[in-house]
């Protein structure tokens, strides 16, 4: 399990000077996940595209925009292949002031 986190690790530092060898990374701690039947941690699960599970990175493979306006959302743009993944962002969990109070209204 932290062989993976290793690799994971690994990959994102040498990227920027060999893509091919942090995908080579990625595809070896994939392969252990799946072995060992452990799902890729969190932190790391945004680095690899859902769709052409090729190792995305912001500023490099990875275009991550912040849309305001209605609903916050962040959209995450695979270069590669162009998955867009739109991650809703969290609203602070507000306490629900509305009370499920039903008012029957009877009408004479
Ligand atoms: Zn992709």
Redesign the pocket.
């Given at each position: 399990m932290e062989r993976m986190e290793i690799l994971l690790e690994k990959a994102i530092q040498i990227h920027e000077k060999e893509p091919k060898l942090a995908q080579r990374y990625v595809e070896l701690a994939r392969h252990i996940g799946m072995k060992a039947r452990v799902r890729i941690p969190r932190k790391y699960r945004r680095l690899i595209?859902?769709?052409?599970?090729?190792f995305?990175h912001p500023g490099c493979t990875l275009r991550v925009r912040v849309k305001s306006g209605g609903v916050k959302h962040i959209t995450f743009t695979?270069l590669?292949?162009?998955?867009i993944v739109r991650v809703p962002v969290e609203k602070r969990r507000v306490d629900r002031a509305a009370s499920s109070s039903k008012q029957r209204t009877q009408s004479f």
């Open positions: 595209c859902r769709s052409c599970k090729q995305i695979c590669r292949c162009g998955q």
